[in-house]
């Protein structure tokens, strides 16, 4: 089973930025390392959408609403997938998790909580 871990959520004011990170170890790492890899996020009373994905070659593709705003990047020797967001909007606001792309078997992480408020 893989395991994933987000971090580097928080409070954030509109127009700031967050990096995300999203670790793996042991086991996990080799599969992740492998893999394509998405972020995903959830906001409240709103089904889990794809933000963000990379491939392991680095191509990458976005959602409309974040193109220009945020990047997907990866470092297959830390086995770690990055989001970096910047020019954050209230709309961002969201759980935010990741896992491969697209969906299959891998159970969801705890995730990390995005908040942009003023």
């Known amino acids: 089973q893989v395991q994933l871990v987000e971090s580097g959520g928080g409070l954030v004011q509109p127009g700031g930025s967050l990096r995300l990170s999203c670790a793996s170890s042991?086991?996990?790492?080799?599969?992740?390392?492998?893999?394509?890899m998405g972020w995903y996020r959830q906001a409240p009373g709103k089904e889990r959408e794809l933000v963000a994905a990379?491939?392991?070659?680095?191509?990458?593709n976005y959602a409309d609403s974040v193109k220009g705003r945020f990047t997907i990047s990866r470092d297959n020797a830390r086995n770690t997938v990055y989001l970096q967001m910047n020019s954050l909007k209230p709309e961002d606001t969201a759980v935010y998790y990741c896992?491969?792309?697209?969906?299959?078997?891998?159970?969801w992480g705890q995730g990390t909580q995005v908040t942009v408020s003023s």
């Open positions: 896992n491969e792309w697209p969906l299959g078997s891998w159970a």
């Open positions: 042991g086991s996990s790492g080799s599969i992740v390392r492998l893999s394509r």
């Open positions: 990379i491939t392991p070659g680095g191509s990458t």
